[in-house]
T-cell receptor, first 111, second 112 residues
Framework: DVKVTQSSRYLVKRTGEKVFLECVQDMDHENMFWYRQDPGLGLRLIYFSYDVKMKEKGDIPEGYSVSREKKERFSLILESASTNQTSMYLC??????????FGPGTRLTVL | SQKIEQNSEALNIQEGKTATLTCNYTNYSPAYLQWYRQDPGRGPVFLLL?????KEKRKERLKVTFDTTLKQSLFHITASQPADSATYLC???????????FGSGTRLLVRP
């Protein structure tokens, strides 16, 4: 069964903390994506990666960075968390121009 | 700028009826369009993909149409069931890239 997993379902952090969100896929996908989802705004792309050690900015990269050291793992890093980064974070993977497979999401609250 | 519009108001229908959801886009020439289902607190799940040279695609009770002249896709669920209640998202490729642009989704409620 296809699996994209995320390290946490719920996370509470304080302003200024460094936050790591981990995503692991077992489908051998070349491409991996990080989105955030907010009510009324839909899914917005933060960063994506089309190969190991490769990354490209999405629509809202400010305040975030990513790391892809291995094909199956794509990490999202909030260098200094802020309250406006409270959101649902979704990781996805795919190969080529096919459908994207999503993880269950991490609901992050920054206090 | 590129824009995708889905009806933000919930669609409320009776069980057994056909649900029709709309996705309109502007300033795009997508090579393909995708529909996803999302349940509360969960990640989206892929349903159907339709390419620009396809007019219609079917999968069981689901049907998608793609009109590149009208810049519109319609998503139909026939013989709807309460279990079909969810938010449905449409997504378009951005300039034939790996990136998808998502609409904000339409919530479907199917009454028993």
């Amino acid at each position: 069964d296809v699996k994209v997993t995320q390290s946490s379902r719920y996370l509470v952090k304080r302003t200024g903390e460094k936050v790591f969100l981990e995503c692991v896929q077992d489908m051998d996908h070349e491409n991996m994506f990080w989105y955030r989802q907010d009510p009324g705004l839909g899914l917005r792309l933060i960063y994506f990666s089309y190969d190991v050690k490769m990354k490209e900015k999405g629509d809202i990269p400010e305040g975030y960075s990513v790391s892809r050291e291995k094909k199956e793992r794509f990490s999202l890093i909030l260098e200094s968390a802020s309250t406006n980064q409270t959101s649902m974070y979704l990781c996805a993977g795919n190969s080529g121009y096919s459908e994207q497979f999503f993880g269950p999401g991490t609901r992050l609250t920054v206090l | 700028s590129q824009k995708i519009e889905q009806n933000s108001e919930a669609l409320n229908i009776q069980e057994g009826k056909t649900a029709t959801l709309t996705c309109n886009y502007t300033n795009y020439s997508p090579a393909y369009l995708q529909w996803y289902r999302q349940d509360p607190g969960r990640g989206p799940v892929f349903l159907l993909l339709i390419r620009e040279n396809e007019k219609e695609k079917r999968k069981e009770r689901l049907k998608v149409t793609f009109d590149t002249t009208l810049k519109q896709s319609l998503f139909h669920i026939t013989a709807s069931q309460p279990a079909d209640s969810a938010t449905y998202l449409c997504a378009l490729d951005e300039d034939s890239s790996y990136k998808l642009i998502f609409g904000s989704g339409t919530r479907l409620l199917v009454r028993p």
